[in-house]
């Protein structure tokens, strides 16, 4: 069984740019799960995406977009990247009818300079 | 809002012995879920151990286990005979029970093993 993947590991942007993050699913999984950590902190909800659509989102400004394909992997979309953007970006998926546990990916390092 | 609150920010343990990481949390809701997550520095949050808040007796993972007091809002995190693979940080997580569940998490212990 594969867990949750995530692509890329590191990516360095500058302030302005427009950045994709990809999350693919463990196996069996529906629902997935976005999540910002900031260094020293614990990780913040951005959305959740169940079945192709938005099921839940954090305090987070609308340039933060997704999308969920019918493989029920998942992309992140940061647009007009800004320094405080600088982070690592969890995704999380979770099995049908037991969406509260949640399974995460390695993460990817946002850096924007 | 519900909050989660892990006032170590970091905690060391001679290996083999015993270590308990504390959490609160606020929240208005009766039912939920708690969980204790793992973030070694591979970066990958690990879950360790999940307990129903409906369910009284504390969960038991191997070495890791909880004390749950519901009244109290208290989660704590005890790990025995711990070893150096158990460095990492600690993460105390909650979720409502709902078809949208988002982890709300507190802002992690330290936890440093001594050989």
């Known amino acids: 069984e594969t867990g949750v993947t995530q692509s890329p590991t590191h990516l360095i942007k500058t302030r302005g740019q427009q950045v994709t993050l990809r999350c693919s699913s463990q196996?069996?999984?529906?629902?997935v799960s976005w999540y910002q950590q900031a260094l020293g902190q614990g990780p913040q909800f951005i959305f959740q995406?169940?079945?192709?659509?938005?099921?839940g989102r954090g305090n987070f400004p609308p340039r933060f977009s997704g999308l969920q394909f019918p493989n029920y992997s998942s992309e992140l979309n940061v647009n007009a990247l800004e320094l405080d953007d600088s982070a690592l970006y969890l995704c999380?998926?979770?099995?049908?009818?037991?969406?509260?546990?949640?399974?995460f990916g390695p993460g990817t390092r946002l850096l924007v300079l | 809002a519900q909050t989660v609150t892990q006032s170590q920010p970091e905690m060391s343990v001679q290996e083999a012995e015993t270590v308990t990481l504390s959490c609160t949390y606020d929240?208005?809701?009766?039912?939920?879920?708690l969980f204790w997550y793992k973030q070694p520095p591979s970066r990958q949050m690990i879950l360790v151990i999940r307990?129903?808040?409906?369910?009284?007796q504390n969960a038991t993972e191997n070495r890791f286990s909880v004390n749950f007091q519901k009244a109290a809002k208290s989660f704590s995190l005890k790990i025995s005979d711990s070893q150096l693979g158990d460095a990492a940080m600690y993460f105390c997580?909650?979720?409502?029970?709902?078809?949208?569940?988002?982890?709300?998490f507190g802002k992690g212990t330290r936890l440093s093993v001594i050989a």
């Open positions: 307990q129903e808040a409906y369910k009284q």
């Open positions: 999380a998926s979770s099995f049908p009818g037991s969406q509260e546990t949640q399974y």
């Open positions: 196996s069996g999984h529906n629902t």
């Open positions: 995406y169940y079945r192709e659509e938005e099921n």
């Open positions: 997580a909650y979720s409502v029970i709902s078809g949208n569940t988002p982890l709300v």
């Open positions: 929240t208005s809701e009766s039912d939920y879920y």
